[in-house]
């Protein structure tokens, strides 16, 4: 099986990218390296797999680049390409994420049509939700996003689906919940938190830390991913939740960090930011239905792992 990861310098796309080839895939890698965070870092998630001969690595960007061969003899597509992040989505920024969640998705569809590849995998999100007045979130539920960011987020997943019903192109869109874990990016709040301890500076908590998340360890989202390409689609159900299952308050999580670090993090807090939801927490019974999915790693674990990767990283290992 050949697959085609957009994405593949980020943070799940890299952690992908490995694990297909663990599985046996040939891998084909894309990204652009845009400077939503630092180049450097990309390139380092992507040492591990550009020494597999069984991966091959494009730099194109998929919004303005020809992708005329990129789909060739490809089985597969995920697409995790994307200008993430819901707090830089307002005001002219918000052109790059029509540049990098709407036109590129719309591109890369359109080279699927009259392919032989058999499955799209796209890379949705929680944010297409926005607050709701039940939890935890069904599939069904009428997307109602409260960002700029979800905004796009959706419409990439909408995309999918007219080019699935008009030309076949087989896509599934997973909404991923709160992904953390080693290679996180250095935006997200669990990065940010596990930093600032070992730096011994205060942590920037945005609102009052009562805002619950649902927290997916990535090697959980990556299986998922996987999974996503390889059991047969249905075709009434193409848009599935994929959450940690470990939904807590923040202050939690921030108690959860220290008690990994062996000491305590120290809060500046600050106003609620534009964007902020209240609550995320998905139900997951579509994809244990559909996929024989479901979380493997709790949250300690899942944040031992990430405190780890952040100490060899600052040790050089
Ligand atoms: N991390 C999360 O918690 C989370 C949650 C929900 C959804 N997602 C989605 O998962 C996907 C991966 O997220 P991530 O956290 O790994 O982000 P990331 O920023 O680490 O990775 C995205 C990669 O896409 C690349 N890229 C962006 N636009 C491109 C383009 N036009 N052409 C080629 N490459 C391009 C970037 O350079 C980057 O390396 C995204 O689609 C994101 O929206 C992530």
């Given amino acids: 099986m050949k697959a085609?990861?957009?994405?593949?310098a980020g943070f799940?796309?890299?952690?992908?990218?490995?694990?297909?080839?663990?599985?046996g895939y040939e891998v084909k890698g894309v990204d652009c390296f845009t400077r939503h965070y630092d180049e450097e870092t990309k390139r380092a998630n992507l040492a591990v797999a550009m020494r597999d001969e069984h991966y091959e690595f494009l730099e194109l960007d998929l919004s303005r680049a020809d992708l005329g061969t990129a789909v060739d003899n490809v089985d597969v597509v995920f697409h995790l390409a994307a200008q993430p992040g819901i707090r830089g989505s307002w005001d002219r920024r918000f052109a790059e994420y029509v540049q990098h969640n709407i036109l590129a998705t719309q591109r890369l569809l359109e080279e699927c049509v009259g392919s032989a590849i058999g499955r799209f995998v796209y890379a949705s999100s929680?944010?297409?939700y926005g607050d709701h007045a039940e939890y935890p979130v069904l599939e069904e539920q009428l997307p109602r996003p409260h960002s700029p960011y979800g905004v796009t987020k959706l419409a990439g997943e909408q995309l999918c689906g007219v080019y699935d019903e008009n030309f076949g192109v087989p896509t599934v869109a997973l909404r991923y919940f709160t992904v953390y874990g080693p290679r996180q990016r250095p935006d997200m709040a669990i990065h940010r938190v596990i930093e600032s301890v070992i730096a011994g500076e205060r942590f920037e908590l945005f609102g009052t830390g009562d805002q619950i998340r649902d927290f997916t360890f990535v090697g959980d989202v990556v299986r998922a991913t996987r999974l996503a390409a390889e059991v047969p689609r249905d075709t009434a159900a193409t848009v599935m939740n994929i959450g940690g299952g470990s939904a807590v308050k923040m202050n939690e999580l921030l108690e959860m960090i220290g008690v990994s670090l062996g000491r305590p993090v120290k809060v500046?807090?600050?106003?609620?930011?534009?964007g902020d939801v209240r609550r995320t927490e998905a139900s997951i019974e579509r994809a244990?239905?559909?996929l024989g999915w479901k979380p493997e790693v709790d949250l300690q674990a899942g944040i031992a792992a990430q405190v780890e990767w952040h100490l060899r990283r600052r040790d050089g290992r």
């Avoid at 500046?268 to 534009?274: F, G, H, K, P, V």
Wanted: proline fraction near 0%.
């Fill in 4 to 8: 085609l990861v957009t994405g593949a």
């Fill in 12 to 23: 799940i796309g890299s952690t992908l990218s490995e694990s297909l080839l663990q599985h």
């Fill in 126 to 128: 929680s944010s297409v």
């Fill in 268 to 274: 500046a807090r600050l106003a609620e930011q534009a």
């Fill in 288 to 290: 244990r239905a559909m």
